[in-house]
Every structure is written in C-alpha cells, then in structure tokens.
C-alpha cells in the first residue's frame, strides 16, 4: 500500500477538525463575538447539556444521540491512524489503540496519573474562573440545565467521557502524531494543539480560553512523554464529572477543564 503524502494528511486533518472540535472552534469564536456585541462578558452565561426537549424520554433520547454521534470523529481518527500503520507510516504490528496509549494496557498507572492531573489542573482552574469573573472576561458557566430525571446523572457522566474522549484522541493524540509527520518541532506541534483547545472554548469567555491552553500544554507535554493519551481522557471525565454532576447536585456554577 502506498504511503500517503503530507498534502494528503494535512487534508485529512482539516476534514477531521472540520466534522469535530475544528469546527467547535468557529463557532465558539462566533459565539464569544455575539456575546460581546450584546453586553460585558460578565453578563452573559455559558450552558452546557442543555434540555432539547420538554418530554422526558424525546430529551433522553437526543442527549444519547448527541453522545455517540460526537463519538463517530473518533472512530474516524482511529480509522486513519490503523490505514497510516498498515501503509507503512506509522509503527508497523502496533494498533491505533495501542498507538495512541488509548487502552486498558496499564489501568493502575493511568488511574493515579489520571487523579492526579485532575487535582493538579482542577483546584487552579476553579481560581482561575473566579478571577476571571471578578475581571469580566468569563461568563457564568452553568455546566447542567437538564431536568432531573432518573437519568439525569448517568447522562451527564457519559457526556463527561464523551467529552474527554473526543477531545484528547483528536487534539492530543491524533494532531501530535500527525503534525510529527509534517516535521513540525515538538514545541510548535503543543502549541497549536493548546491553542485549538482554548480556542473551542472561547466562547465562555477569555478566562477559560487561558486556561485550557494551559491545560492543553501540560496535557499535550505529558502525551509527548508517556505516549498513552489513557490518562488524559480519565483526567478529563473526572473534571468535567465533578463539574456536570456537581452542579446538577448542588445548583452551582463551577469552572470547566
């Protein structure tokens, strides 16, 4: 099988940013541009898992399809990552999964470094927010406006994982992969990578923008020395599950990793 050529990655990488966080991206900066047309950014609030409809078992049904569709450039990533392996680009007799560190290989090990990213990138994340609340360049972030049901709670924790899988198998692993194919540095390849995370996040403001591009290169640094993006994906649901889950609970705004 013939090795594709970089012209030919590099589309590959715009369609799969275009069908994911790519296009996330757009339309966050968008969102923040219509917010700050409106009023002062301290004004404005940021919902995430909003209700899509006012019948319990249609909402359900919409949240579930949302979580495996967002899941397909996934599926799409690992597809490409396998065919660059089987022509010869990648690591020969190694799988996508094994590639990317995207397995149950070492559950201990992922387990810890995954709390303890959590802790490390949480607790500073929470003062970053009220800061920049007290500046006026975060909006509130309502992280839950679901309803509560009985399903409430296991949704919110799978679109947690949704969110940690999509965004740390694209982001992280896949980009750094392929921009290591086009020769980028290490350095610029982290960069970018952290700048595209805070970028999709704009739209809740400049505070959180920062502070994902900071979790970006802490996150996309450790990738490049473990080569297992395991523990960034259990970091990231253990944020965002305290987050979603938290505030279902107990009705407050918290900030987002």
Same mark, same amino acid.
């Given at each position: 099988?013939? $090795? ?8 590959? &990488? ?15 900066? %968008? ?14 609030? !940021? ?20 979580? $495996? ?5 996934? *599926? ?10 089987? !022509?010869? &680009? ?10 990317? #560190? ?25 003062? *970053? ?14 992280? !839950? ?13 799978? !679109?947690? &994982? ?6 740390? $198998?694209? %982001?992280?692993?896949? *980009?750094?992969?392929?921009? #290591? ?24 403001? *400049? #505070?959180?923008?920062?502070?994902? &591009? $900071? ?13 297992? %993006? ?11 599950? %305290? ?11 918290? #900030?987002?990793?």
């Amino acid at each position: 099988m013939l $090795v594709p050529s970089r012209r030919r990655l590099r589309i590959e &990488v715009w369609i799969v940013l275009g069908l994911s966080l790519g296009q996330s991206a757009v339309y966050s900066v %968008v969102q923040l541009l219509d917010k700050m047309s409106r009023a002062p950014l301290a004004e404005g609030t !940021s919902t995430l898992n909003q209700s899509r409809s006012s019948r319990e078992y249609f909402d359900l049904t919409y949240q579930l399809l949302d979580i $495996v569709f967002a899941l397909v450039p996934v *599926l799409l990533v690992i597809y490409f990552l396998t065919d660059q392996r089987q !022509s010869g &680009v990648g690591t020969h007799g190694s799988s996508a999964f094994q590639k990317l #560190g995207f397995n149950f290989a070492r559950p201990g090990r992922d387990l810890l470094q995954g709390v303890g990213l959590a802790a490390l990138i949480g607790i500073p994340s929470l003062g *970053l927010y009220a800061a920049g609340r007290a500046l006026g360049i975060t909006t509130a972030i309502i992280p !839950s406006a679901l309803d509560a049901h009985w399903w409430t709670i296991p949704v919110l924790i799978l !679109s947690a &994982v949704r969110h940690a899988v999509v965004e740390e $198998v694209i %982001v992280v692993g896949y *980009l750094l992969d392929r921009f #290591g194919t086009f020769g980028w540095s290490v350095p610029l390849a982290i960069v970018t990578s952290s700048l595209l995370r805070g970028t999709y996040h704009l739209y809740q403001g *400049l #505070g959180p923008f920062i502070g994902n &591009v $900071v979790m970006g290169v802490v996150f996309a640094w450790l990738y490049t020395r473990t080569k297992r %993006v395991m523990p960034l994906v259990i970091a990231h649901a253990l944020l965002d599950i %305290v987050a979603f889950v938290g505030f279902s609970l107990f009705g407050r705004a918290v #900030g987002l990793g």
